[in-house]
Nanobody, 130 residues
Framework: QLQLVESGGGLVQPGGSLRLSCAASGFTLDYYVIGWFRQAPGKERERVSCINYSDGRTTYADSVKGRFTTSKDNAKNTVYLQMNRLKPEDTAVYYC???????????????????????WGQGTQVTVSS
């Protein structure tokens, strides 16, 4: 049984920071690609970050480059999204998702995974407003 639970969302003023956590259970983060996505009303879903399991390489959407950083703690089986210099346009529900494991016989990478498949958390609301 695979489960992801996000936490850390809330209300923050523009320019502030938040750190989101994604705790995994039922599987280990090794051999899974992990991504953060956000969904705002009236906007398309956006993948804000992704971590390869093979080489640990991270990718970011242009809209968050230089402001957001994703990392993982294998000992805690948790992925983080550090969000700095937040803007009102960052307001959205943030989700973490994971894909990989025994369903794949090849090396899955962030490049080949858009988030259409995999396990998803319930999301956490981030609101950036003064």
């Amino acid at each position: 049984q695979l489960q992801l639970v996000e936490s850390g969302g809330g209300l923050v003023q523009p320019g502030g920071s938040l750190r989101l956590s994604c705790a995994a259970s039922g599987f280990t983060l090794d051999y899974y690609v992990i991504g953060w996505f956000r969904q705002a009303p009236g906007k398309e879903r956006e993948r804000v970050s992704c971590i390869n399991y093979s080489d640990g390489r991270t990718t970011y959407a242009d809209s968050v480059k230089g402001r957001f950083t994703t990392s993982k703690d294998n000992a805690k089986n948790t992925v983080y999204l550090q969000m700095n210099r937040l803007k009102p346009e960052d307001t959205a529900v943030y989700y973490c998702a994971a894909e990989g494991g025994p369903h794949f016989t090849y090396q899955l990478t962030c490049i080949s995974w858009s988030g259409d498949t995999g396990s998803w958390g319930q999301g956490t609301q981030v609101t950036v407003s003064s």
